[in-house]
């Protein structure tokens, strides 16, 4: 995990340094990070004209250089630009003038424009001017990495980085601040921050509680009781709504847990086993540890049924409080948190499908075995197509259901089946798209009653930017969000509210300290232990870009159990009082792990002399064909 790019412009325009474009006053400010040698620019600068003819006065336009780093004429046509501004202030002109002959240009195309407007020579770029131009240059260069800018052309619109599609018509809705446009962007803004699922869930979390101990308490609880379903003749399919939360939508969270072990084993950071094998040491040890220091303090009866309640990780959490600390945690010990955690879940699943599991209809059971081979064989088929994994993914949630088994093991088979292409020939599938567009513009007849590609093309667009992202991928891509921002906060709104009432402590100390020290304690040291002897055994190593004491306070982060923990103790705990006492142990178990943590990772570590690692993403030019600029 990186930390999230800038949103914000980083330098404020400027009409003393920026070149602007318009009323200088105007109440609509467009900035642009382009470069002459980008065709993408090329194309944004007629539809830039396009809005100045719409908006007038009401708008200044701001042209920043980001040349490519790859293209030397890029490079020299933005200090032609900047020679030609700082010595006859011709920026517009000249620029205009680069924007018609590029993006190719020929050997002799700069020397050409500079004739056309009476430029003075350059002498090589020993000039003071040429200094000047070249020193312009390098500020922007440095603006565009302040903003983030990743590809050109990037907009910002009055200060703020536009992440939309850039025809005039998406531009002038942005720009106008459309009620739609506004919403778009302020959902935007909360989820990258980094911390915001963790906020969410805590959001909701003490609202369950805060009602669960309001006048609206016994309302609230039996409002999840209320049954919902259909009936067909005289059979039908029902459940409580907190059912429904815990059976039907936290699948989607197992689904999104599923691909995320799959694409960690096959393409992730667990692919290869030498970097699998400390953070698989690591969670073995911080699931084992907690376990036997439960089974220690509870004696034989129905309490130790709670056993595997202290094994997992809440990922939202752990995660939002290692993106507040920010630089202070090293990208590699993020990595190694974030691939526990993976292995948590791992093990959760397998526990929750294993060991808390009621009576098993064999009947129901044999079925859900044939619909998971029907699954099977449409991924060795290389069925890519959504719909039939979906309908019998439903079926098989219906009949696990019925069978006995948690039907939220649906969501892991799903996952687990669902193709995963290998990588696509990105080239050749670039190359096809722009022969396509090619053909389309050659056929166009000048676009002579013709608004767009043709229904052929779109359709041979959609296959290519299909075969780009594998099924797997893009499922992952699209449920993500709604795992995170909608499936887990009603999940804690329903479960998370328990009376705090002094009966709630009253025979319940050793369940209590079981679950405490079990997260607290047990999970850091186990994490530390295995990972000690992991790499003292010559199975793994420990990256030098951390300490041992860095570590530790990511162990200690991952006894924030909550989501998986509240789930499992809801399995696990039959009578509501040890439920109720349950819950309050796991979240003064993951305030404490929460703060402990925090105090181990405060400190910052000297930087290894080797280290490399800056978390930013490797800069580009131009994007190419089907990326989103």
Request: proline share 7%; net charge negative.
């Amino acid at each position: 995990m990186v930390n999230a790019r800038p949103t914000r412009l980083d330098r404020p325009v400027d009409a003393r340094r920026d070149h602007v474009l318009g009323n200088v006053d105007a109440e609509l400010t467009l900035v642009e990070y382009g470069s002459y040698t980008c065709r993408y620019c090329h194309a944004a600068h007629e539809i830039i004209s396009a809005l100045r003819d719409r908006f007038g006065d009401r708008m200044r336009y701001v042209f920043r250089h980001r040349p490519d780093t790859d293209s030397e004429d890029a490079r020299r046509a933005a200090e032609l630009a900047e020679y030609a501004a700082g010595t006859t202030g011709e920026f517009w002109p000249v620029h205009d003038a680069l924007m018609k002959r590029g993006p190719v240009f020929a050997p002799d195309d700069f020397a050409a424009i500079a004739r056309e407007f009476d430029l003075p020579p350059a002498e090589a770029g020993r000039t003071p001017a040429a200094h000047d131009a070249q020193r312009r240059v390098e500020e922007d260069i440095a603006s565009a990495r302040g903003s983030g800018v990743l590809v050109t052309p990037t907009f910002f619109i009055n200060g703020r980085r536009y992440e939309g599609a850039w025809d005039a018509t998406a531009l002038a809705e942005a720009m106008l601040g459309t009620l739609g446009h506004r919403i778009h962007a302020a959902t935007v803004d909360f989820v990258r921050w980094g911390p915001s699922a963790g906020f969410l869930l805590l959001l909701m979390s003490v609202a369950a509680v805060a009602l669960a101990n309001s006048p609206f308490g016994p309302g609230f609880a039996s409002w999840w009781r209320n049954s919902f379903g259909f009936t067909v003749n005289d059979g039908g399919f029902s459940l409580e709504l907190l059912e429904w939360v815990n059976d039907g939508l936290l699948t989607i969270f197992f689904l999104v847990v599923g691909l995320e072990i799959k694409r960690e084993f096959t393409v992730g950071r667990l692919a290869s086993p030498r970097a699998a094998a400390l953070p698989i040491a690591a969670a073995l040890g911080g699931i084992l540890v907690p376990i036997l220091i439960y089974l220690l303090i509870i004696p034989a009866g129905p309490l130790r049924a709670g056993w595997a309640v202290p094994i997992s990780t809440d990922t939202a959490f752990a995660v939002a409080l290692i993106v507040l600390l920010g630089a202070r945690v090293p990208v590699e010990l993020r990595v190694f948190l974030t691939a526990a955690v993976v292995i948590d879940d791992l093990v959760a699943i397998a526990i929750i499908a294993l060991f808390y599991t009621s009576a098993i209809d064999m009947h129901y059971l044999t079925a859900a075995v044939v619909v998971t081979g029907l699954l099977i064989a449409l991924n060795r088929l290389g069925i890519y197509r959504a719909l039939p994994y979906a309908l019998l993914g439903v079926t098989l949630w219906i009949l696990l259901h019925e069978s006995g088994l948690h039907a939220t093991l649906a969501g892991v088979i799903l996952a687990l089946v669902t193709p995963t292409r290998p990588p696509a020939n990105l080239r050749a599938l670039l190359a096809q798209a722009q022969a396509i567009l090619q053909a389309e513009a050659r056929f166009s007849g000048g676009n002579v009653m013709h608004h767009g590609p043709s229904g052929p093309a779109l359709h041979a667009l959609d296959t290519i930017h299909d075969r780009i992202e594998s099924p797997a991928g893009k499922l992952l891509r699209t449920i993500d969000p709604w795992s995170i921002y909608v499936v887990l906060p009603i999940f804690a709104l329903a479960n998370a509210g328990v009376v705090v009432t002094p009966e709630a402590f009253d025979g319940h100390g050793p369940l209590m300290a079981a679950i405490v020290l079990g997260l607290v304690l047990g999970k850091p040291v186990g994490i530390v232990l295995a990972a000690w002897l992991a790499v003292r055994l010559g199975m793994a190593v420990k990256p030098a870009e951390y300490s041992w004491r860095q570590l530790a306070g990511a162990g200690t982060l991952a006894g924030i159990g909550f989501t998986m923990s509240l789930f499992i103790a809801g399995e696990a705990f039959t009578a509501v009082p040890d439920y109720a006492a349950a819950k309050i142990a796991i979240f003064i178990a993951s305030l404490i792990a929460g703060i402990l943590g925090v105090a181990l990772l405060w400190p910052k570590a000297a930087p290894a002399p080797e280290e490399q690692a800056t978390g930013e993403a490797p800069e580009t030019g131009c994007p190419a064909p089907g990326r989103d600029p």
